[in-house]
C-alpha cells in the first residue's frame, strides 16, 4: 500500500494556489464585512439533527455521518454551511432585526460535484436574516456579483427562478408526492417527454402549464410570455412581478440576466427566488443562492432568509495559473546591520529567506530571484 496516496476527490492544494485561494478569501471576507456581513466560524461538526433539518433529502446524502464517542450520538461533518448560520442566528445571536452574516470554509462531501469536482470544496457565502421584502434579495445577488467581479470574472450572466411557480402548479393540480418528485426531476433534466408523460392523469390546465415551464427559459420577455401562458394563480402573479423587479434591479451591474422557470435545484430548501451566476470559462454554475425563509423554523425561529455561496477551489481552477511571489535570498548571521535590512525588506511585504549553514541553497526551489549582498558596506538587493 502507498501511504502517501490520498483519498478519490480528495486533494493536497500546493503552495502557489495556496496563497491565492488565501488571498482571495481574505479579499471576499473584506468586501463582505464593509457590508455589514459578520464573519462566523461553525463548527466541522455537528448532530446530525441539527445540520441537516429543514434541508432535504439532497443533502442528507451528501453528509459524512459518524458516531460520537461521548455521547453515542450521530454526527455528521457539515456539507453545507447555510443550516449552520440558520441555526447561528436563530439561538446564538437572536437578534430581532436583520442579521447579516458570512462564513469561509471547508465542507465536505461524499460525492464530488460543484466546478473543482471535489469532496472538499472551499465554501464562501453571506447570509441575511430577518427581512422578507425583495430588497434583500437584491442586496445579497449585488452582494454576489460584487464578489464574484473581485475574482476578476468577465461576462457574468445570472439566471434566475423561483419555486413558488412550480409549487403552486403541484398544489392548484392537486398533484401527490410521488408524481411531484418525478416531475422535480423531469424538469430539472428538461426532459419535456417525460414531463408529458408523467402529466397525463392531471387536469388539461395543469398539463399544459408543466410543459410550458419546460420551455420558458431566455431573457425577460419570458416572464410576459409566462405570464400569458401560466394560470393566473397569486402565487405565480407575484412571482414573476418579483423576479421583474430583480431584472430591473440588476441592469446596469454590467451582468447579463436571464430566466429558467423550470429550473427547481434546491426545490425542498428554498422557498422563493433561486439563482445560479454562470460565467466565461466555466462549464457550471459559479455561485448559488436564494430565498429559504422555512429553513429557521427548525430551530425554532422561522425567520426570513436569503443568501448565496460559492466554491473558491472551483473558482480558481478556471482562472490563469498562479505564480509564487519571488523572494530575496539572504544569509544567516547576527550581523545588526543584515538583521535591520531583512526586517525592513520584510515590513514592506517582500519574502526574504535566509539560508542555512550545511544546507544546499537552490534559488529555484527556494523560489528566489534576488539576493542581498553586502557592497561598499552596505547591504544592497541584486538580482540573481
Known amino acids: 500500500m502507498r501511504n502517501w496516496l490520498l483519498p478519490e476527490y480528495i486533494e493536497d492544494v500546493l503552495p502557489a494556489e495556496a496563497v491565492r485561494i488565501e488571498s482571495l478569501r481574505r479579499q471576499l471576507l473584506d468586501l463582505f464585512q464593509v457590508h455589514g456581513y459578520q464573519y462566523v466560524i461553525p463548527p ?6 441539527s445540520l441537516m433539518t429543514g434541508t432535504g433529502h439532497d443533502l442528507d446524502l451528501a453528509t459524512f455521518k459518524v458516531v460520537d464517542q461521548l455521547t453515542g450520538r450521530l454526527m455528521g461533518v457539515r456539507a453545507d454551511t447555510t443550516p449552520q448560520a440558520a441555526r447561528i442566528d436563530a439561538h446564538m ?3 430581532q432585526g436583520v442579521s447579516r452574516l458570512c462564513y469561509a470554509g471547508t465542507v465536505l462531501r461524499t460525492k464530488p460535484d460543484g466546478l473543482a469536482r471535489t469532496r472538499e470544496p472551499m465554501q464562501l457565502g453571506a447570509e441575511l436574516f430577518g ?7 437584491v442586496e445579497i445577488q449585488c452582494l454576489m456579483i460584487k464578489a464574484l467581479q473581485l475574482l476578476g470574472l468577465k461576462e457574468l450572466h445570472i439566471d434566475f427562478s423561483h419555486v413558488d411557480i412550480f409549487e403552486s402548479l403541484i398544489q392548484a393540480g392537486q398533484v ?4 411531484e418528485q418525478a416531475l422535480y426531476a423531469a424538469l430539472q433534466s428538461k426532459d ?22 419546460t420551455e420558458l427559459n431566455g431573457d425577460i420577455s419570458v416572464l410576459e410570455l409566462a405570464a400569458e401562458k401560466l394560470p393566473r394563480l397569486p402565487a405565480i402573479t407575484e412571482a414573476l412581478g418579483s423576479l421583474r423587479t430583480i431584472a430591473d434591479a440588476l441592469k446596469n451591474l454590467n451582468v447579463h440576466v436571464g430566466f429558467d422557470l423550470s429550473e427547481l435545484r434546491g426545490y425542498h430548501y428554498h422557498s422563493g427566488i433561486v ?3 454562470y ?11 436564494g430565498r429559504y425563509d422555512e429553513v429557521g423554523k427548525a430551530f425554532g425561529r422561522a425567520r426570513p432568509a436569503t443568501g448565496f455561496s460559492l466554491d473558491l477551489r472551483g473558482v480558481v481552477l478556471a482562472l490563469k495559473p498562479a505564480e509564487s511571489r519571488k ?17 525592513s525588506l520584510r515590513s514592506q511585504g517582500e519574502i526574504v529567506i535566509q539560508t542555512l549553514p550545511d544546507s544546499i541553497t537552490n534559488v529555484g526551489e527556494l523560489n528566489c530571484d534576488r539576493a542581498l549582498v553586502e557592497q561598499a558596506s552596505e547591504w544592497q538587493v541584486v538580482k540573481l
Open 44 to 49: 466541522m461538526l455537528e448532530y446530525t439533527e
Open 93 to 95: 445571536l437572536n437578534h
Open 131 to 137: 427581512h422578507a421584502g425583495i430588497e434583500s434579495d
Open 176 to 179: 401527490d408526492s410521488n408524481l
Open 192 to 213: 419535456k417527454a417525460s414531463v408529458k408523460a408523467l402529466v397525463q392523469g392531471l387536469d388539461s390546465q395543469t398539463q399544459q402549464a408543466l410543459l410550458d415551464l
Open 275 to 277: 439563482f445560479a451566476a
Open 279 to 289: 460565467a466565461h470559462g466555466y462549464s457550471g454554475p459559479i455561485a448559488l443562492g
Open 327 to 343: 523572494g530575496i535570498l539572504a544569509p544567516v548571521g547576527t550581523n545588526l546591520a543584515l538583521l535591520d535590512k531583512i526586517e
